[in-house]
């Protein structure tokens, strides 16, 4: 077989860049080892809940979300659908001593919460004025500190982290972690300051497709990737195994066994790889041990994901994104997420669907607590931090675990990025995408994939 390109993974990035190739015509082959297209994003349904076992939302932060979900909306005949949750599904809550508190969204909120301490809320004030940092490796706890005070550590930046990368402030390196963040830092001086020149910059139509809302797709995000995969078609080959990639003469050649066991391969001029940097090393076999070793110093949170529903909440409401635990409250959660007060048909319509996150780079034996010992977890948090009363049990409970769940940009970062440029310069036709670069998000995954496309036509 040839292909013009060759794409390895049929995940978000994956899926995205062959749709885009394979939209304006060119010629594209993708190899994924699982069984079905989508990687971590799937959507079950059972007894009236839908819900995810990868990610569970996305932001619009650039154009290139709403971009594609227009096409795939027409592709499908009307089957993959944006969904974005309402206001009323934008409050975070975060834990503090025995209940969950709004996290403030105004000048009011701001002074009366009791999440942070009054020494802090004064430092803020001070913020605008505060020398900007000279070390490019500051991590996001170190930066956070600085500039607003440990108590925003402790009760914003840390559960944030939490729920964004499972991960750790001290050891998160802000520029690749949050770069949005870091450059508000270098560019204005201040975050306060930043956001409110930014706020006020001249934007295009296209600018204006990035309305940060939180997005799904109407039945679950695995009818984004359906899209993609229904419009590929007989492009993806599912269930392959012992895959090699190896340069020959002006293009590559793909070798591996299909699904029945039969060794097959694939002539390319191209070849992009999305997967995790951890399977790198057996795909591209002919980089040098040194140069991977470069590449393959990702660490990936470990992460233990529970779908939690109850078919009727007996008058509970739980109007709010979902609630973060910060790890000074020393909690056997990183958070909680409700899905069905974001997305419409999550839940039965008395009831609620919830999302537990466990583990991350903090905890992470929590992987290997038994199915009984998870499932004590999940009854004790229902009662004890949703507040359901002792009668009331959920009627679901689902148990994903994930070893090599989120990407930590941690200081290696740079040593990567560099390594993964020199190898793209080295050997012509080679592209290393996918979550060891570029960002975790959905939105950074499209993105990426778009970019990539692209730069390809």
């Known amino acids: 077989m040839k292909t013009d390109i060759l794409i390895i993974g049929a995940g978000l990035t994956g899926l995205t860049t062959a749709y885009t190739l394979a939209s304006?015509?060119?010629n594209v082959q993708v190899l994924e080892r699982m069984e079905r297209a989508g990687g971590q994003i799937h959507t079950h349904q059972e007894d009236g809940f839908v819900y995810e076992s990868g990610p569970n939302t996305g932001s619009i932060s650039n154009p290139e979300v709403a971009e594609l979900f227009d096409e795939l909306e027409k592709i499908s005949g009307g089957k993959c659908k944006l969904e974005t949750a309402p206001d009323a599904a934008k409050r975070r809550l975060i834990w503090k001593g025995d209940k969950f508190h709004a996290l403030p969204s105004g000048l009011g909120s701001a002074i009366s919460t009791p999440l942070f301490t009054l020494g802090d809320k004064f430092r803020i004030l001070g913020e605008p004025w505060r020398k900007k940092g000279d070390n490019p490796d500051e991590t996001v706890g170190e930066l956070a500190r600085r500039r607003l005070g440990k108590s925003f550590v402790d009760y914003a930046v840390d559960p944030?982290?939490?729920?964004?990368?499972?991960?750790?402030p001290n050891t998160l390196v802000t520029r690749y972690a949050l770069p949005k963040l870091y450059n508000l830092e270098q560019n204005y001086g201040s975050f306060v300051r930043g956001a409110m020149k930014k706020a006020k910059e001249p934007k295009t139509d296209r600018d204006r497709?990035?309305?940060?809302?939180?997005?799904?797709?109407?039945?679950?995000?695995s009818n984004i990737t359906k899209a993609m995969s229904d419009y590929l078609g007989d492009r993806i080959s599912l269930g392959i195994n012992n895959?090699?990639?190896t340069p020959s003469g002006n293009g590559w050649i793909a070798s591996y066994n299909d699904k029945n066991g039969n060794a097959q391969s694939i002539n390319a001029l191209q070849v992009i790889t999305t997967c995790?940097?951890?399977?790198?090393?057996?795909?591209?076999?002919?980089?040098e041990k040194s140069e991977m070793a470069k590449i393959n110093n990702l660490k990936y949170a470990p992460m233990v994901e529970i779908s939690v529903g109850v078919k009727n909440t007996n008058g509970l409401d739980y109007k709010a994104f979902g609630g973060l635990v910060p790890t000074c409250e020393h909690k056997q959660v990183l958070g909680i997420l409700f899905p069905s007060a974001c997305f419409a048909g999550r839940a039965p319509e008395e009831g609620a669907l919830f999302t537990y996150f466990i583990g991350g780079v903090k905890h992470a034996e929590m992987l290997e607590k038994s199915d009984s010992e998870l499932t004590?977890?999940?009854?004790?948090?229902?009662?004890?931090m949703l507040k359901f009363p002792s009668k009331v049990n959920p009627d679901l409970i689902r148990i994903f675990r994930h070893q090599n769940a989120i990407p930590q940009y941690e200081i290696t970062t740079g040593e990567r990025l560099a390594a993964v440029e020199k190898m793209e310069q080295k050997f012509h036709g080679l592209h290393i995408a996918g979550n060891l670069r570029d960002g975790i998000g959905m939105a950074h995954r499209i993105k990426q994939a778009r970019d990539l496309a692209l730069k390809l036509t």
Do not use: C, Q, R
Request: aromatic share 12%.
């Open 24 to 26: 304006k015509g060119k």
């Open 160 to 168: 944030f982290l939490s729920g964004v990368y499972a991960g750790d």
């Open 209 to 221: 497709l990035a309305t940060k809302k939180v997005f799904s797709a109407v039945g679950g995000l």
């Open 243 to 245: 895959l090699k990639i």
């Open 276 to 287: 995790g940097s951890y399977v790198l090393p057996d795909i591209l076999p002919f980089i």
């Open 376 to 384: 004590t977890i999940v009854e004790n948090v229902f009662h004890e």
